[in-house]
């Protein structure tokens, strides 16, 4: 009986990495440059962000890794400098600068965008990235249910701050890092804070729902400024974002053979990002939603105005842009 479960595991690994192989990724360009620019990706230390990262380093731009634990993300920045050698840093044109930034906190966000206003003379790309996925029931700094506060009200007021350096830098790019799990998503304005009741898989979703709002309407606001806004959803990668998520025990193993088989690295989830922060092809294109380099077609619910404006609304108060 275990030799053929063994059998069985071992053929069914087999087809698996051969359906993985076979499979393919959306690749952004090769040769793209970067040289010259300046690039802002929140939760840069690991997984999506950090795949980012370097390849944006590698094409020469001048990466800022926002990162709320600062010594992860030193140790992060160490090891991506590794992996393309000192030299190719130093001679290359790219670098790659650590700032703290922690999205739970919007005394954290103004005084990373302060930092960043006196010290760089221009931005020319914003990667919406960093994100927290399904955690229990917690609060931010302000008050705000964790997942909104991180994924949408952290990063529109980051955005909102720094939105003079990018007009002035343009032709510009912000790049939102969303979820294909929006589909699942409700935009209640009687319970934006989950005061009322919280399921924590519905407020992911509600908090990926709500980047798309936002960067539509950013998009709309933004319109001949030479700044372009597009969202995008990176699939189902392996990173450390399902950290409250439990696994049975028994049911790992099966898991991580699953997820070797099915889920995209990071590197791969990042193509997209990438994509979007530098190919030519989506010059001028914004407003737009992408996956696997992509334009793809969202749910009405993701594209309905009124409701993408009464939430800019809100969070201009909820953040203290407006009183």
Not at 223 to 251: C, D, F, K, W
Request: proline share 3%; hydrophobic share 45%.
């Amino acid at each position: 009986m275990a030799a053929t479960a063994a059998a069985l595991a071992l053929g069914g690994g087999l087809l698996l990495a051969a359906w993985r192989w076979l499979r393919g990724e959306a690749r952004a360009a090769a040769g793209a440059s970067m040289r010259g620019k300046t690039v802002i990706i929140t939760g840069a230390n690991s997984g999506l962000g950090r795949a980012a990262a370097a390849e944006l380093l590698r094409m020469r731009a001048r990466v800022i890794m926002g990162c709320r634990d600062r010594a992860r993300a030193e140790r992060a920045a160490r090891e991506i400098r590794a992996e393309l050698g000192e030299r190719e840093e130093a001679e290359g044109g790219g670098e790659l600068v650590v700032r703290e930034l922690d999205l739970a906190s919007l005394r954290s966000v103004r005084a990373f965008c302060h930092r960043v206003l006196q010290e760089e003379p221009r931005l020319d790309v914003l990667i919406n990235n960093a994100g927290i996925f399904q955690c229990p029931y917690m609060k931010t700094e302000d008050g705000f249910e964790m997942q909104f506060g991180v994924n949408h009200l952290g990063h529109f007021l980051l955005t909102n701050l720094l939105l003079g350096l990018l007009k002035n830098s343009a032709p510009s790019r912000i790049v939102v890092v969303s979820s294909k799990l929006y589909k699942y998503g409700e935009i209640n304005f009687e319970d934006l804070n989950s005061e009322i009741s919280y399921n924590k898989s519905f407020c992911y979703s509600r908090s990926k729902l709500a980047n798309i709002l936002f960067a539509r309407e950013l998009a709309r606001r933004l319109e001949g400024t030479g700044v372009t806004v597009n969202s995008l959803h990176p699939g189902i990668v392996r990173t450390n974002l399902g950290r409250y998520v439990n696994i049975p025990l028994l049911a790992k193993p099966l898991f991580n053979l699953v997820s070797w088989a099915f889920f995209k690295t990071p590197l791969e989830g990042a193509q997209t990002s990438i994509y979007l922060a530098s190919s030519p092809d989506v010059e001028g294109v914004s407003g737009k939603y992408f996956g696997d380099c992509k334009e793809e077609e969202l749910l009405p619910k993701a594209m309905d105005d009124l409701v993408a404006r009464k939430l800019w609304d809100i969070s201009e108060v909820m953040v203290g842009l407006l009183k």
